[in-house]
């Protein structure tokens, strides 16, 4: 199974503040995903990405949200301006086999 | 959009019986269905999946069924133990690699 990690693994912040996750495969990969869990919840898709580009995302990820891969390894999921409601753990997922990251827990105040 | 249905939420077996999860997708275009296991504050954990190329995949005491005429697949464990208790959650892949992930399935094992 791939490695990947994810840094940090938990964020506080207050609303309206941005906020920066990242996701760092152990080896090159093409394909990064990022998902969404609000606790108790299932696991929500936000966007993916081939390639250097964004092939797909959904309604979540709207103008709020962007991704980024600045260095060619490490993953970003910026999340601008966040909302009370953006508490969840955020899993990035790679290979087109889709590994999950350990997580991070957004917490929103 | 892809609409995946599992069930049940909740499955409560005795330890060495079999547990059966069953999910519909609505998207006849899906291809790829995988399922994960998450433990309490884990990760997802992808433990099998297949491909719409095959209708039967086997792990040990894991086995995956997958019906594309009726779009419903199935996770079979056999001879359960309590460290199987966790939540199953089933998904259905569409395009650019999207999973949609069915809402959830509690295993609870009870030795």
């Known amino acids: 199974e791939p490695e990947v990690t994810q840094t940090p693994s938990h964020q506080v912040t207050q609303m309206g503040q941005e906020v920066i996750l990242r996701c760092v495969p152990i080896?090159?990969?093409?394909?990064f995903y990022w998902y969404r869990q609000i606790l108790g919840q299932k696991v929500e898709f936000l966007v993916s990405?081939?390639?250097?580009?964004?092939?797909?995302k959904s309604e979540i990820f709207d103008d709020q949200f962007s991704v980024e891969r600045p260095d060619g390894s490490n993953f970003t999921l910026k999340i601008r301006s966040t909302k009370l409601e953006d508490s969840a753990m955020y899993f990035c997922?790679?290979?087109?086999?889709?590994?999950f990251g350990p997580g991070t827990r957004l917490t929103v105040l | 959009g892809e609409n995946v249905e599992q069930h049940p939420s909740t499955l409560s077996v005795q330890e060495g019986d079999s547990a059966v999860i069953k999910c519909t997708y609505s998207?006849?275009?899906?291809?790829?269905f995988p399922w994960y296991k998450q433990e309490l504050g884990k990760r997802p954990q992808l433990i099998i999946d297949?491909?719409?190329?095959?209708g039967e995949k086997k792990d040990q005491r894991i086995a995956v069924t997958l019906n594309k005429t009726a779009k419903h697949f199935s996770l079979h464990i056999t001879e359960t133990q309590p460290e199987d208790s966790a939540v199953y959650f089933c998904?259905?892949?569409?395009?650019?690699?999207?999973?949609?992930f069915g809402g959830g399935t509690r295993l609870m094992v009870k030795p």
């Open positions: 998207d006849s275009a899906s291809n790829y």
């Open positions: 297949i491909r719409s190329n095959v």
């Open positions: 998904a259905a892949e569409g395009a650019g690699n999207m999973l949609t």
């Open positions: 997922a790679i290979t087109d086999t889709q590994y």
């Open positions: 080896s090159n990969h093409l394909y």
């Open positions: 990405f081939y390639n250097n580009e964004i092939s797909e």
